[in-house]
């Protein structure tokens, strides 16, 4: 069983930044894939960024590339989601998930386990 606290969201203007922590407990976190997805007001969630166990294979969604950064700390059991330039439309409830298979899922089926989410507003 692995649980998933998010932290660092909040309210931010647009091409502004924030840092977004996934922690996990367990101790298997190392063997885990994580993905950042993200869902605003009467939305679908959607995929943002995936790393895989090892960190050395990473996914964005094309929107935010060249602006956000996915990275893993085995050693802290966190994940993290560095995210510049942000624009009004990151608008959105960002929740961090935990696969496993120790892949890079870009859909939401793949995860096993996923935090309950922060809030992030971008305001223009």
């Known amino acids: 069983q692995v649980q998933l606290v998010e932290s660092g969201g909040g309210l931010v203007q647009a091409g502004g930044s924030l840092r977004l922590s996934c922690a996990a407990s367990?101790?298997?976190?190392?063997?885990?894939?994580m993905g950042w997805f993200r869902q605003a007001p009467g939305k679908e969630r959607e995929f943002v960024a995936a790393?895989?166990?090892?960190?050395?294979?990473?996914y964005y969604v094309d929107s935010v590339k060249g602006r956000f950064t996915i990275s893993k700390d085995n050693a802290k059991n966190t994940v993290y989601l560095q995210m510049n330039s942000l624009k009004p439309e990151g608008t959105a409830v960002y929740y961090c998930?935990?696969?496993?298979?120790?892949?890079?899922?870009?859909?939401?089926?793949?995860?096993?386990?996923w935090g309950q989410g922060t809030q992030v507003t971008v305001s223009s």
């Open positions: 998930a935990a696969d496993s298979l120790g892949l890079c899922a870009t859909s939401p089926s793949p995860y096993d386990y």
């Open positions: 367990g101790r298997t976190f190392s063997t885990y894939g």
């Open positions: 790393i895989s166990w090892h960190g050395r294979n990473t």
